[in-house]
């Protein structure tokens, strides 16, 4: 299917079509607040659900994963 190279988020398991939007993203790391801005996330506006593409969890596991700053000022 030529639909896998779309980047898009495909299908959600109601039969809605995933919408492509922007959001704002708050992690706790190591007890700080991180916040990412402009996250692509896929919304189904049939059902609310929502889905993150995979380099983006990645990004947010090694976010959750990294070791606590040394640097203090
Ligand atoms: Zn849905």
Redesign the pocket.
């Known amino acids: 299917m030529a639909d896998y190279f779309k980047r898009d988020y495909g299908r ?5 079509a995933y919408e492509n939007r922007f959001v704002e993203v708050r992690l706790t790391v190591h007890g700080k607040v991180v916040v990412l801005t402009e996250v692509p996330q896929g919304a ?1 506006p ?4 929502r889905v993150y593409k995979g380099e983006v969890l990645e990004r947010i596991e090694s976010l959750m994963k990294a070791k606590p700053s040394t640097t203090r000022v």
């Open positions: 959600c398991p109601c039969s809605g189904c049939s059902c609310g659900s």
